[in-house]
C-alpha cells in the first residue's frame, strides 16, 4: 500500500521560513516526478513546485526564489523549503508522486502565514 506522508506545516509570520517533507512507503520513490501542490480556501489546487528523477526543478511563478523543492531517494523523502514567506502563501500543502499511471496524494498539511 503507497502512503505519502508531509510534515512541517504550521504558522509563521510574514518573512519567515518553513520546510515540508513528505515521506513516502510503498513504492520505488527514485522512478517518480514529485511534486508539491497547494489549495487555499475556496480556490483550485495549484502546482507549486516540481521535481523530476533527474533532480530537474520547475517552480510557479509565485514561489521562484522563494521555496526550494529537493529530494532524498535514500530517505523516500521530498522537501519545500520556503522562505520569505507571505500571507498568500497560506494554503494547505499536498504531496503529490507520479509515474506513467501511478498518481498518488498525502492527506495535506497546513501552512498559514500571518501578517
Known amino acids: 500500500q503507497v502512503q505519502l506522508v508531509e510534515s512541517g506545516g504550521g504558522l509563521v509570520q510574514a518573512g519567515g521560513s518553513l520546510r515540508l517533507s513528505c515521506t513516502a512507503s510503498?513504492?520505488?520513490?527514485?522512478?517518480?516526478?514529485l511534486r508539491w501542490y497547494r489549495q487555499a480556501p475556496g480556490k483550485q489546487r495549484d502546482l507549486v513546485a516540481t521535481?523530476?528523477?533527474?533532480?530537474?526543478?520547475v517552480y510557479a511563478d509565485s514561489v521562484k526564489g522563494r521555496f526550494t523543492i529537493s529530494r532524498d531517494n535514500g530517505k523516500n523523502t521530498v522537501y519545500l523549503q520556503m522562505n520569505n514567506m507571505k500571507p498568500e502563501d497560506t494554503a494547505v500543502y499536498y504531496c503529490?508522486?507520479?509515474?506513467?499511471?501511478?498518481?498518488?496524494w498525502g492527506q495535506g498539511t497546513q501552512v498559514t502565514v500571518s501578517s
Open positions: 510503498g513504492l520505488i520513490f527514485s522512478l517518480y516526478t
Open positions: 521535481i523530476n528523477t533527474g533532480s530537474s526543478t
Open positions: 503529490n508522486a507520479f509515474y506513467y499511471n501511478s498518481n498518488y
